[in-house]
């Protein structure tokens, strides 16, 4: 199987600041044939299903404000959030999609400092 | 506007058996390939299993913990996904999703395993 590990567990940003999250996987997520990281990034809010931010590793999904980012590729992943808002305050997965049994980190929970 | 409704959650004793439902409205159902995903009080994300679409085979795959206990199938044709969870025990107690991963997820449903 291939484990999602996140880093940090939790993080305090203050507001306006950049919040960054990583993700590292045990395998490889690119798939050779069409050059794509089949990794995602959601948020999830208390009382709600995660909401799709970042598709094949560094595509918005449509609507996401765009001080979400993603990047990396292979093993090494990143979420970006360039300048905090108090509506961003959530959990945070990344999950892999590569191969079954798909996988998810264990969550990074952003809070305001 | 994609939906994703799910129905069929609630208490069970452990033992028994559950069926949910995931019916899908504006999206191309018999094309997707269909996850069930569930999350316990508290805790992070776990994929239960997954089936392809028809034209890709039908085949399911499931998670070790669910394998031999839980069934996934779907029915085209009503554009609705099911669950089929029997021997549950108390570990089995999360809100279940339904998505065509990564992009579109139900509201989830709870179904509670305790005697």
């Known amino acids: 199987d291939i484990v999602m590990t996140q880093s940090p567990d939790s993080l305090a940003v203050s507001l306006g600041e950049r919040a960054t999250i990583n993700c590292k996987s045990s395998?490889?997520?690119?798939?050779?044939?069409?050059?794509?990281?089949?990794l995602a990034w959601y948020q999830q809010k208390p009382g709600q299903p995660p909401k799709l931010l970042i598709y094949?590793?560094?595509t918005r999904e449509s609507g996401v404000p765009d001080r979400f980012s993603g990047s990396g590729s292979g093993t090494d992943f990143t979420l970006t959030i360039s300048s905090l808002q108090a509506e961003d305050v959530a959990v945070y997965y990344c999950?892999?999609?590569?191969?079954?049994?798909?996988?998810f980190g264990q969550g990074t929970k952003l809070e305001i400092k | 506007e994609v939906q994703l409704v799910e129905s069929g959650g609630g208490l069970v004793k452990p033992g028994g058996s559950l069926r949910l439902s995931c019916a899908a409205s504006?999206?191309?159902?018999?094309?997707?390939?269909m996850s069930w995903v569930r999350q316990a009080p508290g805790k992070g994300l776990e994929w239960v299993g997954r089936i392809k679409s028809k034209t890709d085979g039908g085949t399911t795959d499931y998670a070790a913990p669910v394998k031999g206990r839980f069934t996934i199938s779907r029915d085209d044709s009503k554009n609705t996904l099911y669950l089929q969870m029997n021997s549950l025990k108390t570990e089995d107690t999360a809100i279940y999703y339904c998505s065509s991963l990564p992009r579109r997820w139900s509201q989830g449903t709870l179904v509670t395993v305790s005697s």
């Open positions: 395998q490889n997520v690119l798939y050779s044939s069409n050059n794509e990281n089949y």
């Open positions: 094949w590793a560094s």
């Open positions: 504006e999206f191309t159902f018999n094309k997707a390939w």
């Open positions: 999950h892999q999609y590569y191969t079954t049994p798909y996988t």
